[in-house]
T-cell receptor, first 114, second 114 residues
């Protein structure tokens, strides 16, 4: 079945450092890809999305490009802030199926130190 | 604020008991999804309802059931509770059920079984 694999955390960075969180997927169809963020004590918030190959999703300085050839959707940010500390989830949704339920990776904890 | 409301925020109950979690989707959204987030299993899709009818089932135990009412709110019923059912239960909603649509998450209900 469809699945998402994320790099293990925690990831600890200093403020203004460059961030990459790796995400690869396995899917039989043509999924949409998402990054969700979960701040401490809160629900999941959609950070960015891409619906087809070569699409780039971006929001709040974060970017991710849908790479079909490498089945990847890595999250990047050029300069992280302490306020970016959270758990980041990569997810996919099966387009065109009977449901667009999300399949999540295990999540990656990011801790940014001042 | 995602527009998805979950109640209660916290619930502590004893093993063997039954509880009901409630979710009000965003105005106009027809699909409701339930997810369980636990330390050992991560984020797992449980079940989806679309406009009152069950659309998809995931890793939902037989002791668990859900329904979506005519006003589109949904309830997740958990019975014969076990210690391992302790988790964060999220509800999400989206406008449609089968084509691409991003999901908006509530803040979750934290269930503790003692």
């Amino acid at each position: 079945g469809d699945s998402v694999t994320q790099m293990e955390g925690p990831v600890t960075l200093s403020e203004e450092a460059f961030l990459t969180i790796n995400c690869t997927y396995t899917a039989t169809g043509y999924p949409s890809l998402f990054w969700y963020v979960q701040y401490p004590g809160e629900g999941l918030q959609l950070l960015l999305k891409a619906t087809k190959a070569d699409d780039k999703g971006s929001n709040k300085g974060f970017e991710a490009t849908y790479r079909k050839e490498t089945t990847s959707f890595h999250l990047e940010k050029g300069s992280v802030q302490v306020s970016d500390s959270a758990v980041y989830f990569c997810a996919l949704s099966d387009n065109g199926g009977a449901t667009n339920k999300l399949i999540f990776g295990t999540g990656t904890l990011l801790a940014v130190q001042p | 604020d995602s527009g998805v409301t979950q109640t209660p925020k916290h619930l502590i109950t004893a093993t063997g008991q039954r509880v009901t979690l409630r979710c009000s989707p965003r105005s106009g959204d027809l699909s409701v999804y339930w997810y369980q987030q636990s330390l050992d299993q991560g984020l797992q899709f449980l079940i989806q309802y679309y406009n009152g009818e069950e659309r998809a089932k995931g890793n939902i135990l037989e002791r668990f059931s859900a329904q979506q009412f005519p006003d589109l709110h949904s309830e997740l019923n958990l019975s014969s509770l076990e210690l391992g059912d302790s988790a964060l239960y999220f509800c999400a909603s989206s406008p449609r059920g089968g084509d691409f649509a991003e999901a908006f998450f509530g803040q979750g209900t934290r269930l503790t079984v003692v």
